[in-house]
């Protein structure tokens, strides 16, 4: 269990680094949150957070959000490493058709 949150926490950094709006990667275990703030004005993404769940959504991947600008993951704890790579190529795709 905790390989599969280690393997998730670092494809959100490595997608942090690809896109600038991810601001903060936090968590344990398979209870991670991915803040999402403007990189210009520094101020949270509400609404891209908004827009993020709903693509989501169409693609088959269902997330949480969590504060004015967090979205948390929270996968089953049966969740495989082939699910996780699967998850992280859904958001980097979601990440790079939505603009702020």
Do not use: N, W, Y
């Not at 088959?60 to 967090?70: I, N, Q, R």
Request: charged letters at 30%; a positive charge; glycine letters at 10%.
């Amino acid at each position: 269990m905790k390989s599969i949150g280690e393997k998730l926490i670092a494809g959100l950094k490595e997608l942090q680094k690809k896109h600038p709006v991810i601001a903060d990667v936090r968590g344990t275990g398979l209870m991670i949150g991915c803040e999402f703030l403007d990189p210009k004005t520094k101020e949270p993404a509400a609404k891209f957070v908004g827009d993020l769940e709903q693509l989501a959504f169409r693609k088959g991947m269902l997330l949480l959000g969590c504060g004015k600008s967090t979205i948390r993951f929270a996968p089953p704890l049966v969740i495989s490493e082939h699910e996780v790579s699967v998850a992280l190529k859904v958001l980097d795709e979601c990440l790079g058709e939505l603009k702020l």
